[in-house]
T-cell receptor, first 114, second 117 residues
């Protein structure tokens, strides 16, 4: 049983560049979530997928952010024209679905924008 | 506005004693609560949860208590072990049946627990 995996684990980029992160959820989980965590804060919800459908986006997700989950398996989160304020830990979580509340998190991708 | 609050940024206890981590919430529509543990450079790990229809849930050394009238929950760890040293996050969710969306989690800011040998 492999858990949620995320790649890359660390990303350093210059302001204005585009970055893309990947999340591979637990295989039988049909719900997938992205969260962002900054220093001293808890994770904050960004977006949610039920299978391949993106059903909710937080107001935190500006139009520079886009997420996909083709075929309902892995997901990608892209940030265009990165800003220093985008520096954070980006966490992916998956959940079984149905009445299940428990979400299982990956190790996160640490983004640093210089 | 912070809907889930963990007012103690840190807690230090001796090995073998009880650790009590507290969490308050403001949204009375939350109907499920979870605790996660996080080590540095890792993602949060699910620890224990409780539905709003219960007031206690126990799993080994971990017990979560829920007081709905006070909008307060606590996590008890007995006995505490040095390996329990981590940041603990309280999270809450609202089911679609009670007006929520998609079982997303709302987190507190976390409490750093240090268990001293």
């Amino acid at each position: 049983d492999t858990g949620v995996s995320q790649n890359p684990r660390h990303k350093i980029t210059k302001r204005g560049q585009n970055v893309t992160f990947r999340c591979d959820p637990i295989s039988e989980h049909n719900r997938l979530y992205w969260y962002r965590q900054t220093l001293g804060q808890g994770p904050e919800f960004l977006t949610y997928f039920q299978n391949e459908a993106q059903l909710e986006k937080s107001r935190l997700l500006s139009d520079r952010f886009s997420a996909e989950r083709p075929k309902g398996s892995f997901s990608t989160l892209e940030i265009q024209r990165t800003e220093q304020g985008d520096s954070a830990m980006y966490l992916c979580a998956s959940s079984l679905g149905g009445l299940s509340y428990e979400q299982y998190f990956g190790p996160g991708t640490r983004l640093t924008v210089t | 506005d912070q809907q889930v609050k963990q007012n103690s940024p840190s807690l230090s206890v001796q090995e073998g004693r009880i650790s009590i981590l507290n969490c308050d919430y403001t949204n009375s529509m939350f109907d499920y609560f979870l605790w996660y543990k996080k080590y540095p450079a890792e993602g949060p790990t699910f620890l224990i949860s409780i539905s709003s229809i219960k007031d206690k849930n126990e799993d080994g050394r971990f017990t979560v208590f829920l007081n709905k009238s006070a909008k307060h929950l606590s996590l008890h760890i007995v006995p505490s072990q040095p390996g329990d040293s981590a940041v603990y996050f309280c999270a809450a969710s609202q089911s679609p049946n009670s007006g929520g969306s998609n079982y997303k989690l709302t987190f507190g800011k976390g409490t750093l627990l240090t268990v001293n040998p």
